[in-house]
């Protein structure tokens, strides 16, 4: 199943987004989803995972800030993003452990925190 990430877009330091993930397939429930960004100039990194049993997990950066959540009945995922800091800007993607190790990725969303 491949996974979409929207809702970014540019906001000040110490706001807040919401960021979703969709998914076409009845299979959705039983994936851990993965919260990724990647800056300029840097790799990609995992900032929160959420398992299919809904277990949750955050990188230090983002642990406190960021809360990953899923729906399974709409088939969609969130990342609430608080706290924003210039730091945090980057484009954003959600994938699922095998999409992950395949290196198949959705268009992600931009996040843009200005100071």
């Known amino acids: 199943v491949q996974l979409q990430a929207s809702g970014g877009g540019t906001v000040q330091a110490g706001g807040s987004l919401r960021l979703s993930c969709a998914a076409a397939g009845s299979t959705f429930r039983s994936y851990s989803i993965g919260w990724y960004r990647q800056a300029p100039g840097k790799q990609r990194e995992l900032v929160a995972l959420i398992s299919s049993l809904g277990i949750t997990n955050y990188a230090d950066s983002v642990k406190g800030r960021f809360t990953t959540s899923r729906e399974d009945a709409k088939n969609t995922g969130y990342l609430q993003m608080n706290s924003l800091r210039p730091e945090d800007t980057a484009v954003y993607y959600c994938?699922?452990?095998?999409?992950?190790?395949?290196?198949?990725w959705g268009q992600g969303t931009q996040v843009t925190v200005s100071s």
């Open positions: 994938n699922t452990p095998s999409g992950y190790a395949y290196d198949l």
